[in-house]
């Protein structure tokens, strides 16, 4: 059986392990992101004793995954302190020679759940994850969509809401939708963290505002066959109910299709593979990486 060593580069934490070409877990640990030369010492020591044919890696962005490029395996331009121009892949590749696959954590969660999750059969989807930032990623006609670079649709603009008046915290555009919609501006915005603000309707119903429109452009651009919503915000199941209802109203039966219009609450769904769904495509990509040997 071939084991695939896998990688989910995280903001606030790197998950580390192994797993099959069937999607299953065989081990993982967690390791804190803090700096690079901290947190791949213990990833290297980690996968050190470990027997693997193949590793992939999903990392948070944004990154080079154009294979080719001169900068391919880096994270390049990111808000994340330290991590700015870090060649990850080139690091691993000093410590295990076997072939690699690496996208955005969010691409790789979106091949996982067409493969192994919500999305099982369908050629094209979309995963967002909503956390401490926002990424999503895309599946389509079957592949992980890659052009010039990955998909940036965590950072589209958006309408403001009427009565909204926070600035927003992008380091990079403000008001963007993960400068209005994510964890931190959640926090920044009403002075507490999303979990102490469960009962305060008009936080999730904004928060809502926004994620629909993000959802309605998506729809819109890349059709997608369902979407897949992740992510430690979207664990505010008050959410579904709030952004199904908006990307209905938004779109104003311009998308004159019954999974929108008649079964929207099978359209706009929870990771099927839950918290797993990044490390889990991470496996997926290490399966690309297995899949060229063949």
Not at 111 to 130: D, P
Not at 203 to 210: C, F, K, N, Q
Not at 214 to 239: D, E, T
Request: aromatic share 10%.
């Amino acid at each position: 059986m071939a084991v695939i060593a896998a990688v989910e580069a995280g903001g606030t934490k790197f998950i580390c392990g192994l797993g099959t070409e069937e999607g299953k877990i065989i081990e993982k640990i967690n390791i804190p992101t803090t700096n690079p030369e901290e947190t791949m010492k213990r990833v290297i020591k980690y996968f050190k004793d470990k027997k693997f044919d193949v590793m992939g890696v999903g990392s948070f962005g944004p990154i080079d995954p154009v294979k080719g490029s001169k900068t391919y395996g880096y994270i390049t331009k990111t808000p994340k302190p330290y991590w700015s121009d870090y060649n990850m892949i080139g690091e691993l590749k000093k410590h295990y020679d076997v072939p690699m696959e690496f996208d955005t954590d969010v691409n790789g969660a979106a091949l996982a759940e067409s493969w192994w999750g919500a999305g099982t059969g369908l050629k094209n989807l979309v995963y967002i994850t909503v956390g401490t930032g926002i990424g999503a990623g895309a599946v389509v006609n079957g592949t992980m969509l890659q052009g010039l670079t990955h998909p940036e649709m965590g950072h589209i603009f958006l309408k403001r809401h009427p009565e909204d008046k926070f600035e927003g915290r992008c380091p990079f555009h403000k008001d963007c939708l993960e400068g209005m919609a994510a964890g931190p501006a959640i926090e920044d915005r009403w002075g507490k963290k999303g979990q102490e603000l469960m009962d305060k309707d008009e936080v999730w119903e904004l928060e809502a505002y926004y994620l629909a429109q993000a959802l309605v452009n998506y729809i819109l651009i890349l059709s997608p066959q369902r979407i897949i919503m992740g992510g430690g915000v979207m664990k505010q199941q008050q959410l579904f109910p709030l952004i199904r209802k908006n990307v209905q109203k938004f779109l104003n039966n311009y998308v004159y299709k019954k999974e929108i219009l008649e079964e929207i609450e099978k359209y706009i769904v929870y990771p099927g593979l839950g918290d797993d769904a990044g490390f889990i495509g991470s496996i997926a990509l290490g399966k690309i990486a297995l899949d060229s040997l063949k």
